[in-house]
């Protein structure tokens, strides 16, 4: 049997894969419904030292059972519903072909020799396809071409079930016994457990908790660490009119990418939190704007177990000198003619969502905490990590579009799956 762990955007993604190869996997879920919502996103912002779970908190509580877990300095969300995060994920769709990928041991002509079937998982998730995009970096604005569309991955569910790709719900892995070829599991209905036989594994429950369960199955792993793209917000002012509300922000050392939102949004989302004074800025035309710094200012996230539980710790970066940034952020001011940052404010570790590169792809690596480049946990047979933990960076821009399309190379390059 082959199985696919988790049923976000990566699981299917690596569940459809494996289908154009001929393979029919089945997927494991949590939680059997999908569960759309919409997320007060400032209420998230203003929380600390949190972590959420989408479902219903009965199974929230039953999850916590079975991996207790402390958050300290950081928060970040997770969801068992089934579709994962892709149930409230903003539907920015970043352009691959543009994610910066300097740090990475893959070269992009082998992603791109694959933009047809890219595109059709696209279509398929109901996401318009990706054409490259050409984009200058010397200026400091650039505004990039993105575009917005807020699905989740049902559609592509239907796809899969109509194709037998079987799908089995309320189930939650703890532990894989790499010794009797087992996933070590709960049943989340019937609280008992129960044993899956397996051949191969593709394991897609997100960066946080594909760590959570190497650490429960690797008895020498006891620490995993993934990074984060710096997350802050802002109010700022436009001065003169922009193409697009996308943005490259280029202050030399510290470079960002901005999501600006309508003054209307942003009222809607801060309403009830904001002071009367910010209240009258943003009528007067200030912009609220969400920004991820660059990567070589990334946050890391800790996820060490202690005894039997998990404690997740967020770490700054200590290259990162706000007071430095301050000033370059006034220079800017200055000298650009179209935006004025007023004020800016950042955010735990672990905000931004953008979050990955635990399991860094090491060829032939002893490293019990690398990959191959198609995925596959060194040191150990028949173990695929398919999520954001086997990036080797993480770019300022949204990074799902990127994953999938990794993950698809990642399987379809696999000579090693039959
Ligand atoms: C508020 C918010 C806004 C975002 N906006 C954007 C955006 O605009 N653009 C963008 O590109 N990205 C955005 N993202 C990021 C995007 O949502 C994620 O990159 C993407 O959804 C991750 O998909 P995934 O399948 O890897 O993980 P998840 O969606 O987390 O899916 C993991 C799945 O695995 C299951 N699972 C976990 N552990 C286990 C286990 N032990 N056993 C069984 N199943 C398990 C979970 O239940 C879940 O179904 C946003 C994220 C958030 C939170």
């Known amino acids: 049997m082959i199985y696919v762990i988790g049923s976000g955007f990566s699981g299917l993604t690596t569940a459809y894969a494996l289908y154009l190869r001929g393979i029919k996997s089945t997927v494991i879920s949590p939680s059997e419904k999908f569960k759309k919502n919409n997320i007060n996103l400032f209420n998230y912002l203003l929380k600390n030292n949190n972590e959420f779970y989408y479902n219903s908190s009965s199974l929230k509580k039953e999850i916590l059972k079975i991996n207790n877990t402390k958050l300290l300095n950081c928060k970040y969300f997770l969801s068992h519903s089934d579709g994962g995060q892709s149930n409230f994920w903003g539907g920015v769709v970043g352009n691959s072909y543009n994610y910066e990928s300097k740090n990475s041991k893959i070269r992009k002509s082998s992603f791109f020799v694959l933009k047809k079937k890219y595109n059709l998982l696209l279509n398929l998730i109901g996401l318009p396809k990706i054409d490259r995009e050409k984009i200058e970096k010397k200026n400091y604005i650039n505004t990039r071409n993105y575009f917005v569309k807020k699905k989740n991955v049902s559609s592509l569910k239907k796809f899969l079930i109509k194709k037998k790709i079987s799908f089995i719900s309320n189930i939650y892995v703890k532990k894989i016994d790499f010794i009797n070829n ?169 905000a931004s969502n953008h979050l990955g590169c635990s399991f860094p792809i090491i060829n032939n690596s002893n490293k019990i905490n690398s ?36 993950l698809l190379r990642m399987v379809l390059h696999n000579k090693d799956i039959k």
Do not use: W
């Open 371 to 406: 990959v191959n480049t198609f995925g596959k946990l060194n040191k150990q047979k028949n173990i695929y990590l398919s999520d954001s933990s086997v990036l080797n960076s993480i770019d300022t821009s949204p990074l799902t579009s990127f994953s999938i399309f990794n």
């Open 182 to 350: 087992n996933l070590i599991s709960y049943n989340l209905k019937n609280k008992e457990m129960i044993n899956l036989s397996y051949n191969k594994v593709f394991i897609s429950c997100g960066p946080v908790e594909t760590a959570k369960l190497l650490i429960n199955s690797i008895s020498k792993l006891n620490r995993v660490t993934l990074k984060e793209t710096r997350h802050f917000y802002c109010f700022l002012k436009i001065k003169k009119n922009l193409s697009s509300r996308f943005l490259d922000i280029n202050l030399k050392k510290y470079k960002f990418y901005c999501q600006i939102y309508s003054n209307k949004d942003a009222l809607s989302i801060l309403y009830k939190k904001i002071s009367q004074k910010t209240k009258k800025e943003l009528k007067k035309g200030y912009y609220f704007a969400q920004c991820y710094l660059d990567e070589k200012f990334s946050g890391k996230i800790t996820i060490n177990k202690n005894k039997n539980k998990f404690i997740i710790i967020g770490k700054e970066n200590k290259n990162f000198k706000i007071d430095e940034f301050r000033k370059y952020i006034k220079k800017f001011n200055k000298k650009n003619q179209k935006i004025l940052i007023k004020k800016f404010y950042f955010n735990q570790i672990g």
